[in-house]
């Protein structure tokens, strides 16, 4: 059956190819305005005093750990429930990536296991707000100024999600976005880079263009500048920007369709035997609802596989957040002979959970169509 209901879609409307043909249409494919608009436009929605535009999210961690100077011997704290570019980011400076738990009930990491994993080698935590769920960013601050470690917000999910009213990003030392087609909005691919620190602002401008001194406006003669540092190519095109111009426009109604459809959803879902819904919000900690998860108990957790494909087979699209806690994922447990069984709570969101779909491009009649379809597909396993 075609997919009626996809777990996500991105929203490119007549603004978006509008833009695109405009960059197309100029001689200025990257180092141009448009990049520069959206990074402005990108800090005034979360009130950050510097915004860095970046290829991915992942270029935008890996600049950051490495404008750091993170190499081999230096450990970072790693939430074991992540995307594994959360853990590649620190992998690629040479570093160390020491792997915590998730907490039971949110899927955040577990703050009470963080202390106990540091060592005179740790130099980071990297924080994710799983599937848009903030982290209580007062208490890893706490353990942060207490070890004078640098603090790294994953945010990949977090666009509009707020801690005491402050938008993710903010309360760490650097808070880093994506803009992958199914997120929040997108810009095709991309990424940003917000923080309060203008000196470090600098530097991930600098290196994100191969630590060349000047940019092509500042440039008195084409083609004339130095080379003052290593750098990278990740920088964000003006194509990408273009859309992310477009979208961040629609950003905040993008946010507000997914609390919407998120309640509607996790209510029709209360009264279903056999699963619990991840929680999102609780007073201080406003999420941004990238999707809904479900755990599965009991006998349905055996069950999964035939329920997401019961699911496809009704048009309804469903997922994984994640897929494997990374501990577990070839890579990492060939190379550091990590003990699977040391992150249950990550094992069991990770082996026991289905990512239901929650984004502006479905509304309320959508959710109930999946909770009724989920209702029928539970009653005539456990029948």
Not at 104 to 117: F, K, P, R, T, Y
Request: contains cysteine.
């Amino acid at each position: 059956m075609a997919m009626t209901i996809p777990f996500g879609a991105p929203i490119i409307e007549e603004d978006e190819r509008a833009a695109v043909a405009d960059v197309l249409a100029g001689p200025i494919l990257v180092h141009g305005p448009r990049a520069t608009q959206f990074e402005d436009d990108f800090a005034a929605f979360t009130k950050a005093p510097h915004a860095i535009s970046v290829s991915s999210c992942t270029a935008g961690m890996h600049l950051t750990y490495f404008a750091l100077g993170l190499g081999a011997g230096d450990e970072v704290i790693v939430p074991a429930q992540t995307h594994i570019a959360t853990a590649h980011a620190v992998e690629l400076t040479g570093a160390k990536p020491v792997f915590v738990d998730a907490d039971a009930v949110s899927g955040n990491i577990d703050l009470d296991a963080i202390e106990a994993m540091v060592t005179p080698n740790t130099k980071a935590i990297a924080i994710v707000h799983f599937l848009g769920v903030p982290v209580d960013m007062a208490r890893i601050n706490k353990i942060a100024k207490r070890y004078g470690l640098f603090v790294l917000e994953d945010c990949a999910l977090s666009p509009g999600a707020t801690v005491d009213g402050v938008h993710t990003g903010l309360q760490g030392d650097v808070g880093v976005f994506s803009f992958y087609p199914v997120k929040h909005m997108t810009t095709a691919e991309g990424g940003m880079v917000i923080t309060k620190d203008k000196v470090l602002a600098d530097k991930l401008r600098l290196i994100k263009a191969f630590g060349v001194d000047r940019t092509h406006g500042e440039r008195k003669q084409p083609g004339v500048y130095d080379t003052v540092a290593l750098g990278f190519n990740y920088r964000m095109s003006e194509l990408h920007a273009a859309i992310g111009v477009e979208q961040i426009k629609k950003l905040q109604g993008f946010i507000d369709t997914r609390a919407e459809n998120f309640g509607v959803l996790s209510k029709e879902l209360s009264s279903i035997d056999g699963l619990s819904v991840l929680p999102a919000s609780d007073g201080r900690l406003q999420a941004s609802h990238y999707c809904l998860s479900v755990i599965l108990q009991d006998e349905l957790i055996s069950q999964r596989a035939r329920i997401m494909d019961q699911l496809k087979e009704r048009g309804i699209g469903s997922s994984i957040y994640y897929p494997q806690p990374v501990p577990r994922m070839t890579y990492y447990k060939n190379k550091y002979d990590y003990d699977a069984d040391a992150y249950p709570n990550a094992v069991r969101i990770s082996d026991h959970s289905i990512a239901l779909p929650v984004g502006p491009h479905l509304d309320t009649g959508h959710m109930q169509t999946i909770a009724e379809n989920l209702r029928d597909i539970i009653t005539g396993i456990s029948s």
